[in-house]
Nanobody, 122 residues
Framework: QVQLAESGGGLVQAGGSLRLSCAAS????????MGWFRQAPGKEREFVAA????????VYADSVKGRFTISRDSAKRTVYLQMNSLQPEDTAVYYC???????????????WGQGTQVTVSS
C-alpha cells in the first residue's frame, strides 16, 4: 500500500506560479511511477503529467506542456508539479496518483491522494 498526501495548492492570479507536492509513504517510492491529474467542477478527472519510477521519463498533457514540470525526489519520497503561467482554465482539484508505470490512463493508477485545490483568478 501507498499513502499519498498533496500540498501546495492555493489561490493565484493568472500568469502566476505554484508548486504542488505529493508526499508518499508505505511501499518503496522508487517502485511506483507517479502522476498528476486534475478535476474541474462538473468535468471528468483528466491527466496532467506523469513521471517514471526513477524519474528518467516524463509525459504531459498537451494543455500543460511547456508550462508545467513534474519531478520527483526519491530521498524525500516526494513528487512535485511546478506550474507556471497559470490560467483560469487550470482551476481544479489536483490529485497525485501512483501506478506501476508512467501512463496517461486514469484506470492504471492504483493509489490516490485526497487532492489539493488550485484556483487561478483572472
Amino acid at each position: 500500500q501507498v499513502q499519498l498526501a498533496e500540498s501546495g495548492g492555493g489561490l493565484v492570479q493568472a500568469g502566476g506560479s505554484l508548486r504542488l507536492s505529493c508526499a508518499a509513504s508505505g511501499r518503496t517510492f522508487s517502485s511506483i511511477a507517479m502522476g498528476w491529474f486534475r478535476q474541474a467542477p462538473g468535468k471528468e478527472r483528466e491527466f496532467v503529467a506523469a513521471i517514471s519510477r526513477l524519474g528518467g521519463g516524463t509525459v504531459y498533457a498537451d494543455s500543460v506542456k511547456g508550462r508545467f514540470t513534474i519531478s520527483r525526489d526519491s530521498a524525500k519520497r516526494t513528487v512535485y508539479l511546478q506550474m507556471n503561467s497559470l490560467q483560469p482554465e487550470d482551476t481544479a482539484v489536483y490529485y497525485c496518483a501512483g501506478a506501476p508505470w508512467a501512463t496517461v490512463r486514469l484506470s492504471d493508477y492504483d493509489y490516490w491522494g485526497q487532492g489539493t485545490q488550485v484556483t487561478v483568478s483572472s
